[in-house]
């Protein structure tokens, strides 16, 4: 038998008018009841009805922030999220698309005060791993307003849900194939894209997964002090100079961030071939620089379905009061090599 709003007030301890503000994400309570009131409705699967919840919200207009990094996944996602919208046309959904420089908080969190005093529907952001920003995230969601990261996550927020790879793990997926394909032995680079760690993933970073399975499984490996390219392709190219230059006996490259063909571009001009190149993502540039031997591998996940579905969990939460059952949605790492195409 279905459970209802007064069995889990009563369960709770609580009067049902803070049930049902829970239930619509509405502020006046606190973390502490907010937390143990999504328990008992996550347990006990209340679901309110979804017709009548869907009937109520076709008459109200949906305003949804979108903030994204100016990074090489940002049009995939974003475009990820428009095709989403097309499930939704009977309602009345528009995205509000905005920009902040790579690496910057301060510009992030005003956005996010903006996003509050419009007082929008829900959220999406790839976030800059920031107390600041994760504050602001924390106010978001006790004003009433759902937030989604998407692609990264937001380290100790509140936020309703992460839809994204998880970062160490896909560092490990790297790891594990460099190291067979060198056998063992070698020497080897990490490329990434801030030395203060400014964006974040959750249970770590593609690097520290990476170094972990290295030093574990591959101890044979040299593995040299990390480079950093700030996502901007003319430093990747001075990276990549300095570091061919200074290790004439390089192996492997790892690039966890974006401007890998900027880096296929000095690897080209140096004549250099044996360099084993290894990735995230498939972007379209990225297919003849397989074919032609430049990337060695690359490990995609799937930039426009986190898109889709980080969309798709923001607006099953605004519109029926569905809550996401995990507070994390990992998305696949499929390893891609020039056979793949």
Same mark, same amino acid.
Not at 32 to 59: F, S, T
Not at 264 to 274: D, I, T, Y
């Given at each position: 038998?279905?459970?209802?709003?007064?069995?889990?007030?009563?369960?709770?301890?609580?009067?049902?008018?803070?049930?049902?503000?829970?239930?619509?994400?509405?502020?006046?309570?606190?973390?502490?009841?907010?937390?143990?009131?999504?328990?008992?409705?996550?347990?006990?699967?209340?679901?309110?009805?979804?017709?009548?919840?869907?009937?109520?919200?076709?008459?109200?207009?949906?305003?949804?922030?979108?903030?994204?990094?100016?990074?090489?996944?940002?049009?995939?996602?974003?475009?990820?999220?428009?095709?989403?919208?097309?499930?939704?046309?009977?309602?009345?959904?528009?995205?509000?698309?905005?920009?902040?420089?790579?690496?910057?908080?301060?510009?992030?969190?005003?956005?996010?005060?903006?996003?509050?005093?419009?007082?929008?529907?829900?959220?999406?952001?790839?976030?800059?791993?920031?107390?600041?920003?994760?504050?602001? !995230?924390? +106010?978001?969601?006790? *004003?009433?307003? &759902?937030?989604?990261?998407?692609? @990264?996550?937001? =380290?100790?927020?509140?936020?309703?849900?992460?839809?994204?790879?998880?970062?160490?793990?896909?560092?490990?997926?790297?790891?594990?194939?460099?190291?067979?394909?060198?056998?063992?032995?070698?020497?080897?680079?990490?490329?990434?894209?801030?030395?203060?760690?400014?964006?974040?993933?959750?249970?770590?970073?593609?690097?520290?997964?990476?170094?972990?399975?290295?030093?574990?499984?591959?101890?044979?490996?040299?593995?040299?002090?990390?480079?950093?390219?700030?996502?901007?392709?003319?430093?990747?190219?001075?990276?990549?100079?300095?570091?061919?230059?200074?290790?004439?006996?390089?192996?492997?490259?790892?690039?966890?961030?974006?401007?890998?063909?900027?880096?296929?571009?000095?690897?080209?001009?140096?004549?250099?071939?044996? !360099?084993? +190149?290894?990735?995230? *993502?498939?972007? &379209?540039?990225?297919?003849?620089? @397989?074919?032609? =031997?430049?990337?060695?591998?690359?490990?995609?996940?799937?930039?426009?379905?986190?898109?889709?579905?980080?969309?798709?969990?923001?607006?099953?939460?605004?519109?029926?009061?569905?809550?996401?059952?995990?507070?994390?949605?990992?998305?696949?790492?499929?390893?891609?090599?020039?056979?793949?195409?």
């Amino acid at each position: 038998m279905r459970v209802t709003i007064k069995q889990i007030a009563e369960m709770a301890g609580v009067h049902r008018g803070t049930v049902d503000k829970v239930i619509h994400n509405r502020p006046g309570v606190s973390d502490e009841v907010r937390q143990r009131i999504r328990a008992l409705l996550e347990e006990h699967h209340y679901e309110a009805n979804p017709i009548g919840k869907a009937l109520q919200m076709q008459n109200r207009e949906l305003r949804i922030g979108v903030l994204l990094a100016e990074v090489d996944a940002r049009p995939w996602l974003l475009k990820g999220m428009e095709e989403e919208l097309e499930n939704y046309r009977s309602f009345q959904v528009s995205l509000d698309p905005q920009v902040s420089p790579y690496a910057d908080p301060e510009t992030q969190v005003r956005q996010l005060r903006e996003c509050r005093e419009k007082k929008v529907s829900g959220i999406l952001i790839s976030p800059i791993h920031n107390p600041l920003v994760t504050e602001e !995230i924390d +106010l978001c969601q006790r *004003e009433g307003i &759902p937030v989604v990261t998407v692609n @990264l996550d937001a =380290g100790g927020s509140h936020r309703l849900c992460y839809v994204g790879q998880n970062g160490f793990k896909a560092g490990e997926v790297a790891g594990r194939f460099l190291g067979e394909f060198l056998q063992g032995n070698g020497q080897v680079c990490v490329v990434t894209n801030s030395a203060d760690k400014t964006r974040y993933y959750p249970l770590g970073t593609r690097e520290e997964g990476f170094r972990s399975v290295m030093e574990s499984a591959y101890p044979a490996i040299q593995v040299l002090p990390t480079r950093y390219c700030q996502e901007d392709p003319e430093i990747m190219k001075n990276v990549v100079r300095e570091l061919l230059e200074e290790a004439p006996e390089l192996n492997g490259i790892l690039i966890t961030c974006g401007c890998v063909p900027a880096a296929c571009e000095v690897l080209r001009e140096s004549g250099r071939r044996g !360099i084993r +190149l290894f990735c995230f *993502e498939r972007y &379209p540039e990225f297919i003849p620089l @397989l074919r032609e =031997g430049l990337i060695t591998l690359t490990l995609d996940s799937g930039l426009e379905q986190q898109g889709r579905e980080s969309l798709a969990v923001l607006l099953e939460a605004l519109i029926y009061s569905r809550m996401p059952e995990e507070r994390q949605k990992f998305s696949p790492i499929v390893p891609l090599v020039k056979e793949s195409f």
